[in-house]
């Protein structure tokens, strides 16, 4: 069993198009390399710096390598996660999932303590995405 949702590869294409709002806080557009998915991405620039460079996402739904259920939000930091393989993790919700009329495509946008992210693309590569579902996002440079 697999905790893995989704998992793509994303180019940074640009950081901040509307103004920088927070000291502290970046908002990143970014395209995948496999799957064609749009990206936005509030990301504290102050823990995990990044630029106009390339990313590995992963959206899973516990941390546990076993792929057991995680529902607490909290790991044990002391034995082996999917964390240790990432170099930013957040934990948060799903709070709209929206599909385009004019098109195939989907929207789903979760919160991760305020951090906002928006995943466009088409839903054949989001089976596991859930309104309301609390989700794991992590993040290494590629």
Do not use: W
């Not at 991405?41 to 630029?51: C, E, F, K, N, V």
């Not at 709209?96 to 929207?107: F, G, L, T």
């Not at 693309?121 to 590629?142: C, N, Q, S, T």
């Amino acid at each position: 069993m697999t905790s893995i949702l989704f998992e793509d590869t994303f180019e940074v294409k640009e950081i901040d198009p509307d103004g920088k709002k927070f000291d502290r806080v970046s908002r990143f557009v970014c395209y995948s390399e496999n799957y064609e998915m749009d990206l936005q991405i509030d990301i504290a620039t102050h823990i995990y710096p990044l630029g106009h460079e390339r990313f590995k996402m992963v959206l899973a739904s516990s941390l546990n390598l076993d792929g057991s259920s995680d529902n607490s939000g909290s790991y044990d930091t002391n034995k082996p996660s999917l964390a240790d393989k990432y170099d930013y993790v957040m934990y948060g919700k799903i709070f709209k999932y929206q599909k385009e009329n004019s098109s195939s495509k989907v929207s789903v946008f979760a919160s991760f303590g305020g951090l906002l992210v928006l995943l466009q693309g088409d839903p054949r590569y989001l089976p596991g995405i859930e309104l309301d579902a609390r989700i794991y996002l992590l993040i290494k440079k590629a």
